[in-house]
């Protein structure tokens, strides 16, 4: 997220966002790179971040790595979209997936947010307001590090999946192991130890960990899983890209 983005609300930096894309989008016209999420191509991908990162962001609807290789996921190895009446919780939805999840699910779809306006639904995920097994799929991405209490957001997320639901819950891995201090509030402190000042902790290889102790069970797929080298080039997507953590309810809980 851009410092602009964490400064102006979301109902003023979504226009923002709209008419840059609409510029960025005519300047990098081109074919070397395609993006799966509106699948339409450019010339490169866009650098972005705090720490830049090249070939990251698509021009034509602002797709980052995440969300490319979290679409290519949704349409290749779950039945997300199969035409299927699913009830969808997506949490803090992102603007380049919200409309095309709305468009192809439905009535079913429904996006939660804490400080958002423009999700449908005020939520919480530490407590989630919605009976136990409401949601066929539940999707929250990069949301757990802004979370004080992630174990009971996890437990909550666990608790209103259905039975026989899955989850695909991301966050950014940046260390070996999880590192966090509650005591830390100062915002200039957090970005220094947690890369943004609305981070509370960064994630490690023990995030799996987590989730099972919250009641999932987890399997973990990698860029190389989804895609060969040259298919994963063009799409702007480098080796070492987010991993995608599929989630399931263990039986016994």
Not at 167 to 179: F, M, W, Y
Not at 212 to 237: K, Y
Request: charge should be neutral.
């Amino acid at each position: 997220m851009s410092r602009v983005a964490h400064v102006l609300s979301p109902a003023v930096v979504r226009p923002l966002l709209s008419a840059r894309k609409a510029f960025f989008g005519a300047w990098y016209s081109g074919t070397s790179r395609w993006c799966p999420v509106c699948n339409r191509s450019s010339r490169r991908f866009r650098t972005y971040g705090l720490v830049p990162r090249e070939e990251a962001e698509c021009p034509q609807c602002g797709a980052l790595e995440r969300h490319r290789l979290v679409w290519l996921y949704f349409t290749g190895r779950t039945d997300l979209f199969d035409g299927r009446e699913k009830r969808v919780l997506h949490v803090a939805p992102e603007p380049c997936l919200e409309d095309r999840f709305r468009r192809r699910l439905g009535e079913g779809y429904l996006t939660g947010d804490l400080l958002d306006p423009h999700a449908m639904e005020r939520m919480d995920i530490t407590d989630i307001r919605h009976p136990d097994e409401s949601f066929d799929v539940v999707y929250c991405s990069h949301v757990l590090e802004h979370v004080p209490d992630d174990r009971r957001a996890m437990r909550e997320l666990h608790r209103v999946l259905k039975k026989d639901g899955w989850a695909v819950l991301l966050v950014p891995i940046t260390v070996e192991r999880t590192v966090e201090d509650p005591t830390i509030t100062d915002p200039a402190e957090r970005e220094r130890l947690f890369g943004q000042h609305d981070h509370v902790r960064r994630y490690g290889s023990d995030y799996v960990d987590r989730l099972r102790e919250a009641g999932f069970e987890v399997s973990v797929t990698e860029v190389s899983d989804l895609l060969g080298e040259d298919e994963r080039r063009w799409m702007g997507l480098s080796r070492s890209a987010a991993r995608i953590y599929g989630c399931r309810r263990s039986p016994d809980r």
